[in-house]
């Protein structure tokens, strides 16, 4: 048996070289390519989001133009109802609702606010304190109500934050009232407000969550009146009747609204604001005021 030359094993290295420097170019280049791939992809996805954000923005100042539309019949409704329309290829749903469809916490009494924690799921011996709670959070005494609660007794649970004996900024100040728990805030959230400055919801335009503060609905009945009330077209003279056969009807037109814009690319990228605004020439120039702004919710 000859034996392997020297010439024939140099050639068998320089091939098993070969093979590996192609392998490292493969993986090199394959890595490039993927590189370049998720690159252009999260571009496009930054694109498209841009793109839903300002279709979003575009939808609620149409939607402010809709509001103040002179023609009845023309003009949107401010009852929560949603609005779909394509704008450059892009799907847009928006929906307003007149504040004063909603129940102003600063304004209010007790006994609404007692109905609408246990119309929101809330039993009655706790909502009567959680009411309390509230009413002592925004006086501007540190006298303690009947089960309500002053700076004593969030001391006494813990908690580093009393009242701040001062009417509620934001909606989201409720969370910090001793007896508010998250969860219920986020069932109430869509129906309360502090910019109405009303005692009680307009049964015209509240979503049913305000609903839930008026005396003798039900849940069920709440979801039918705004079915058969969002069911009415623009310029209707016939009004919906409550469970109590109150009819409702529009009652002029309100100043200050909730917009929720939400738009939707072809591919699926999206983009959701809402913005509470009040009608007249703001310091900018523009035909009303940003009071609340949330984006992505």
């Known amino acids: 048996m000859r034996p392997r030359s020297n010439s024939t094993t140099q050639h068998g290295i320089a091939l098993v070289l070969v093979l590996w420097v192609l392998l490292l170019l493969t993986i090199i280049t394959g890595s490039f390519a993927l590189t370049a791939r998720m690159d252009r992809l999260e571009a496009n996805n930054l694109l498209s989001g ?16 809709a509001l103040r539309d002179p023609q009845n019949e023309t ?5 929560g109802r949603i609005y779909r329309q394509d704008i450059d290829g892009v799907a847009v749903e928006v929906s307003a609702i007149d504040e004063r469809g909603k129940l102003d916490i600063n304004s209010t009494d007790e006994l609404t606010l007692v109905n609408l924690f246990t119309g929101n799921g809330m039993e ?34 813990g908690l580093k934050v009393g009242p701040a004996n001062r009417p509620f900024m934001m909606t989201e100040e409720l969370l910090q009232v001793i007896g508010m728990s998250y969860d219920l805030y986020r069932k109430l959230e869509p129906g309360i407000t502090v910019f109405s400055r009303g005692a009680a919801p307009d049964p015209a335009f509240a979503p049913v969550e305000a609903l839930m503060a008026l005396p003798d609905i039900t849940h069920d009945e709440a979801v039918n009146f705004v079915n058969q009330r969002n069911g009415r077209q623009p310029g209707d003279s016939v009004g919906t009747e409550l469970p109590n056969g109150v009819v409702v009807m529009e009652q002029g037109r ?25 009608l007249g020439e703001s310091r900018s120039g523009t035909p009303y005021r940003v009071l609340r702004w949330r984006e992505g919710f």
């Open 124 to 157: 009655l011996t706790a909502a009567q304190y959680l009411a309390a709670a509230v009413m002592d959070w925004r006086d501007e005494d540190d006298l303690e109500r009947v089960n309500g609660a002053e700076a004593d007794a969030y001391a006494a649970a």
């Open 75 to 79: 003009r949107m409704l401010a009852d």
């Open 50 to 65: 841009t793109q839903a954000r300002l279709s979003a923005e575009a939808a609620i100042n149409l939607a402010v133009l």
């Open 254 to 278: 309100g100043v200050t609204y909730s917009i929720q814009a939400r738009a939707t690319m072809p591919n699926g990228v999206w983009e959701q604001l809402e913005a509470t605004i009040r």
